[in-house]
């Protein structure tokens, strides 16, 4: 790629990672205090005077507005808007670590939809690093899901792993229109749109209970917003100086700061089954990005063979 910077495209990278958790912690301090759906809007609302900024500075701003497929983004702004709320409110049910080891359930998941919904060839060796992955996710799950019997304890936990689930799924579904999205449109459009169509469908949430923050919860409500942004600036980032098959294994680095966060600020510890089952789902996603680098040099060889 033009102007590569592998270690630029890295920092950037866990520069992004980083922000994301920092912006997950904020949103797990006001766990029932603010609602799902009043946290995207602000999440989504305040991040996009950031990326106005950023597309001004990199001098995007009219590819940034531009499109031809307002439809596509529509169904990518519902898919990823219902995957943000369902993932905030699985922080509140559930400690920083697991929401985030099951949150990795959403690459493999997008594997699958993408072989369902756009007909991408699925070779025997991502089906089993998909089919590993997802046993790591059986695995997180397990203990709450069994829980059911122990009460209402039990029941917060199991509904908590229902929803940080059905989150990943959604955000699964967000990857595939994505895709088809990037068919013919810019990824700076992607971004922009996505941060509009977001703040917008959340007001759909409005009658169900939104709250007037006080004046130290809406610097929160506002701080997530700023590091929503600031953190799809530095991702979108990244894969400007390096490919994805570079960059992507850093993301796993989300999981360490989870740890290690969720036990200083929150008294979290991890289960061995949250670690097994994190280490089997980041080793099956790793396993992914590897093949699919593999498959690309083979790719990159056979084109400049073919070259007189």
Not at 38 to 58: D, G, M, N, Y
Not at 97 to 124: D, H, K, S
Request: one cysteine or more.
């Amino acid at each position: 790629m033009d102007g590569a910077n592998p270690l630029r495209g890295i920092l950037l990278k866990l520069a992004s990672v980083l922000v994301f958790v920092a912006m997950a912690t904020l949103i797990k301090m006001l766990a029932g205090r603010v609602p799902p759906g009043e946290v995207v809007f602000f999440r989504s609302a305040f991040a996009a005077p950031v990326i106005v900024v950023w597309l001004a500075a990199t001098h995007s701003f009219a590819s940034g507005l531009k499109t031809v497929d307002f439809t596509g983004h529509l169904w990518r702004g519902l898919a990823g808007t219902t995957a943000m709320g369902f993932g905030f409110a699985g922080l509140a049910l559930l400690p920083l670590p697991e929401v985030t080891a099951i949150g990795y359930a959403a690459p493999l998941l997008t594997v699958v939809f993408a072989a369902m919904f756009l007909n991408e060839q699925v070779r025997a060796f991502r089906i089993f690093a998909v089919g590993l992955g997802m046993v790591g996710v059986l695995i997180v799950l397990s203990p709450r899901l069994t829980a059911l019997s122990e009460g209402q304890a039990g029941a917060t936990e199991a509904l908590g792993a229902i929803v940080v689930l059905t989150g990943a799924v959604f955000a699964a579904l967000a990857q595939v229109f994505v895709r088809k999205l990037v068919a013919q449109e810019t990824t700076t459009a992607i971004v922009f749109y996505f941060s509009v169509n977001s703040a917008v469908l959340s007001l759909i949430t409005l009658p169900f209970g939104w709250v007037w923050p006080d004046p130290a919860t809406a610097l929160i409500l506002i701080a997530c917003g700023l590091l929503g942004g600031i953190g799809q600036v530095f991702l979108t980032s990244a894969y400007r100086f390096a490919d994805a098959s570079v960059v992507a294994p850093f993301d796993y680095a989300s999981m360490l700061l989870a740890l290690i966060i969720g036990y200083v600020g929150f008294a979290e510890v991890p289960t061995p089954m949250v670690l097994l089952g994190a280490g089997l789902v980041i080793l099956a996603g790793i396993l992914i990005i590897w093949r699919e680098r593999r498959l690309g040099l083979e790719r990159a060889r056979q084109r400049q063979s073919m070259t007189p």
